[in-house]
């Protein structure tokens, strides 16, 4: 059984009194410990992906169909009471802004003792934590205990005076500082998923690469499997194993992300490869890519990307692709390589 299986699932948002599509028809498995960089531009869903996995969606957002099912367990039929189980325990959440997740008024180790407290109440835990654990059982009280966890936790995230950040409020770090801790307080419960939503876009490039580098290293030890939700195709690229690319609230390809960069088959993902500046090349011409994404409350016939694709048909604009695996003669390295796209699945050389 896969860690997540995400079917069919639509969800909308309401404004006023209308309802408003934001994701439409997802498809997305995940195995158990993989790393999924989750790309697209603003606006096609990714955030709202994560908070639907989550449980997290705003008030005015709703799952209208399909399912979530985590661990074998459909979390989008889950009473209010079994869901509290799962998020911070089983799926641990990381957003832009740490302040989202990080109590003011409490010091930092306060906040992470206290989640890991919880989780070990609960009588889950399990490897990394319940090794140190082990390693300050001898005498010290159980408060004790999880405060040595909790600077661990900081240690593990690459911050410099663990102990002393440990009793700083979260005001009193700096942004990048500030954003370990946070991760360190969402990795606390020792999540089986880890939702991060653009963790590291808010700081500066040589601090992100940092950053990302301790959580993977930190969940690969764990074992827990990471959506990385990134607007950045290098990020993606460097730190997962695959890759989802998202377009006006459908996924457009999924692939690994190996797959995705040597042989990417929707022309969408072509071009929005294309038009990501090349470390290699700075002196290559970025390919631009015309228009703007349609917003996923839209109501289009065909192909949500055909008015900005260029390879695009009459039939792409009267009739809807579907994410389908593609035949072995268009994979290179994955096949299980998924993409939406009439012209690469057959059904355009069908009609012609
Ligand atoms: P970004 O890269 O800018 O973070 P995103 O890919 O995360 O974008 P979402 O924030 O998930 O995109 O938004 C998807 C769609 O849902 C957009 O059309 C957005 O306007 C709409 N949307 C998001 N949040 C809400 C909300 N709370 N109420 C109404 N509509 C919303
Ligand atoms: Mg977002």
Redesign the pocket.
């Known amino acids: 059984m896969s860690l997540l299986e995400v079917a069919d699932l639509d969800v909308a ?3 006023g009194n209308t309802r ?1 599509p ?2 439409r028809d997802i498809n997305l498995t995940m195995e158990r410990g993989a790393i999924v960089g989750l790309v ?12 639907a996995i989550a449980q997290l969606l ?1 008030g ?2 709703r799952v209208t169909a399909g399912t979530i099912a985590f661990d074998g367990t459909d979390l989008t039929s889950s009473t209010q009471a079994e869901l509290r189980a799962f998020r911070g325990k089983r799926i641990g959440v990381v957003f832009q802004d740490p302040s989202a997740s990080l109590n003011p008024v409490l010091t930092i180790g306060e906040q992470i003792a206290e989640s890991i407290r919880l989780h070990h109440d609960t009588g889950e835990s399990t490897s990394l934590l319940t090794e140190t654990l082990r390693k300050y059982s001898g005498g010290l009280a159980r408060r004790g205990r999880s405060w040595a966890m909790a600077v661990d936790m900081l240690a593990r995230m690459g911050i410099p005076d663990p102990a002393g950040c440990a009793r700083r409020f979260p005001h009193q770090l700096s942004g990048g500082m500030r954003q370990r801790a946070a991760i360190a307080m969402a990795l606390s419960g020792e999540p089986d998923l880890l939702i991060a ?2 963790p590291t876009t808010a700081l500066d490039v040589t601090v992100q690469a940092t950053i990302l580098r301790e959580l993977v290293e930190l969940v690969r030890e764990m074992n827990t499997s990471v959506l990385l ?1 990134t ?1 950045d195709l290098d990020v993606a690229s460097y730190f997962c194993d695959r890759i989802a690319v ?1 377009y006006s ?1 459908q996924l457009f390809e999924l692939a690994s992300a190996k797959e995705i960069f040597e042989n990417p088959q929707n022309p969408y993902t072509q071009r929005l490869l294309a038009s990501q500046p090349n470390i290699d090349d700075e002196s290559a011409e970025l390919a631009v890519l015309e228009g703007d994404v349609p ?3 839209d109501e289009l016939a065909g192909c949500r990307f055909a008015a900005r694709c260029p390879e695009a048909i009459d039939l792409c604009r009267s009739t809807p692709p579907r994410l389908v695996t593609l035949p072995e003669r268009l994979v290179t390295h994955d096949r299980e390589h998924q993409c939406r796209c009439l012209l690469r699945d057959g059904t355009a050389t069908a009609a012609a």
Do not use: I, Q
Not at 40 to 51: D, I
């Open positions: 948002y309401t404004r408003m934001a994701l697209g531009e603003s606006g096609s869903g990714k955030s709202t992906l994560g908070l705003p005015n957002g939503d653009e939700v607007h998202l609230g917003d996923p409350a």
